[in-house]
């Protein structure tokens, strides 16, 4: 028996379809219906669906008015507000390419990002980073609102499969790539509302992420609207914790978060959270210390999804089909996936590469710009995620590790040559090796192991300065450790696993 997992394809999208007009497909027969509440600051903001279509829609015809064309990319550079989900929606909407980013990145990253992207206009939050040279126009926050209150442009719909919108995620190369998804990638987030959330058109779910993270886009935002359900969103630099009492004073059904802000607010005491039925967590993986103490103080499960930029979330554990211990969880009904050998298909309980179905409606279009690096990541039919799992004959899946050196920090996937590459400019550093490795049982960290130049020193603080001039703060080393060599194989290729392997057998304490 081969292992893959299939019950069948999910509806296919309307032929006309247009991504935001499916997320706000609600809001007319909602109207006054909370569709956001922003929570945790001065005084909570709230959001009705009628405001939410109305300003979305304002933003659209503010970007056409910009002389935008159907296609152009939009790139966001906006922090932890409101204006993030707007711009996004509203480009879309208007049938515009947007391209959110982080907006920890440096001057120096998204240079390099734009220039894959060619925007052709910028939406630039104050104080972040904005790319040199791109000859791209910029309108601010201060523009974007006003766009709001712009007469409404109509939702430009077409074919479900033409882009949408591009995200990045770290290349194992070192470089950046650019996701391409299709508008189809909304409707099929709908295979993770029974297969993950459990989600009702009745939820409160409060999302602990930042509005300018794709996580909180999709799980905190996009996916409660689309069932007509209430997205509560913690004010920019509310602490983890508050959050134990926001979920109390708002009554939230679902929380969901990244495992790092689950291992910060389990130091706190809980009150008693009635409503509260499950949490959800992604991005990486939940420890097991982490998941029990939950369920011991908060009552209530918490239910893990994988997914990658890719193709979002597509396995996990579910309130009406929880994974079995040890395990990742099921793919969600809809979905085919399956474990792949160098021959196809390998049987049940066999270790293999994880791998989508081109089928998937919620699988990236192709890496924009880079038609060989799409080909190469895929093997007939199936897309090769890179992680080595094995499926149990009831499709549960058992993850056994990275077929890289792929790191994951607060989870965002990062490339270790991208790290080393920046610590290698430092004047002191004449070889470096970025290597997750453990700080305690639920928590790692990015080391950066390094060798000098001759006759050179450098100091911790230096090496600190240095990362966070040249990387995005969560991709920055937490760790540097000098060593006389770097360990490299026989045909002189870089061994990090052996540099994690001898840091958890304590070989630098």
């Keep these: 028996m081969q292992a893959i997992f299939d019950q069948g394809p999910p509806p296919r999208a309307p032929e006309l379809f247009n991504m935001a007009a499916y997320v706000l497909g609600q809001a007319d027969a909602l109207g006054d219906k909370t569709a956001l509440s922003i929570i945790g600051g001065p005084g909570d903001e709230d959001w009705t669906y009628q405001q939410l279509k109305r300003a ?38 208007a049938g515009l390419i947007p391209v959110p980013t982080s907006s920890q990145l ?32 910029v309108v601010d926050s201060e523009t974007l609102h006003g766009f709001a209150s712009f007469p409404a442009a109509d939702f430009a719909m077409g074919a479900p499969d033409r882009p949408a919108y591009v995200i990045f995620t770290s290349g194992t190369s070192g470089t950046p790539r650019a996701v ?22 009745d939820d409160r779910l409060l999302h602990a992420g930042a509005f300018n993270w794709t996580y909180t886009l999709g799980t905190g935002l996009m996916d409660p609207w689309s069932i007509g359900a209430t997205a509560l969103i913690p004010a920019a630099d509310t602490p983890a914790s508050h959050l134990p009492a926001l979920l109390n004073t708002h009554m939230a059904t679902i929380f969901a978060a990244a495992p790092g802000v689950f291992r910060q607010i ?63 969880g099921y793919p969600q009904p809809g979905r085919r996936v399956g474990v792949i050998g160098p021959d196809g298909p390998v049987g ?30 895929f093997q007939g039919e199936w897309f090769l995620t890179g992680d080595t799992v094995s499926m149990a004959q009831d499709g549960a899946i058992t993850y056994l590790g990275r077929a890289d050196d792929m790191m994951n920090a607060g989870g965002y996937r990062v490339s270790p040559i991208e790290v080393e590459s920046a610590m290698a400019t430092h004047p002191a550093i004449h070889e470096a090796a970025a290597v997750e490795v453990p700080v305690k049982a639920d928590a790692s960290v990015i080391a950066c192991f390094y060798v000098c130049e001759p006759g ?32 490299r194989g026989a045909n002189n290729k870089l061994l990090r696993r052996s540099l994690r392997a001898r840091y958890e057998a304590g070989a630098f304490t």
């Design 348 to 377: 049940y309980n066999t270790p293999g590469t994880l791998a989508v179905s081109n089928r998937d409606p919620g699988l990236m279009l192709g890496y924009y710009g880079a038609p060989e690096e799409t080909a190469r990541r």
């Design 266 to 328: 389990l130091r706190q005491k809980f009150p008693p959270l009635p409503a509260l039925r499950h949490a959800l967590s992604a991005g990486e993986k939940l420890p097991a210390t982490t998941r029990a103490n939950w369920e011991k103080a908060a009552h209530c499960p918490v239910h893990e999804a994988y997914g990658m930029s890719e193709c979002s979330t597509f396995i996990s554990g579910a309130p009406a089909h929880p994974a079995p211990d040890g395990t990742l």
């Design 180 to 201: 391409s998804h299709a508008h189809r990638a909304i409707w099929a987030r709908q295979m993770m509302w029974k297969g993950w959330y459990g989600i009702h058109p």
């Design 456 to 487: 050179a020193s450098v100091d911790d603080d230096a090496l600190g300065r240095h990362a966070h001039a040249h990387l995005a703060h969560y991709k920055c080393p937490r760790l540097f450790i000098a060593l006389p060599t770097l360990p």
């Design 56 to 93: 979305v829609l304002g933003v659209a015809g503010g970007f056409l008015a910009q002389g935008l064309t159907p296609g152009d990319r939009v790139l966001l550079r906006l922090g932890n507000n409101v204006d993030f989900p707007l711009a996004f929606l509203g480009a879309i909407a």
């Design 106 to 137: 440096t001057s120096d990253e998204i240079t390099r990002m734009a220039a894959i992207v060619t925007p052709s206009l910028i939406v630039a939050g104050h104080g972040i980073a904005l790319p040199q040279g791109s000859g791209a126009q």
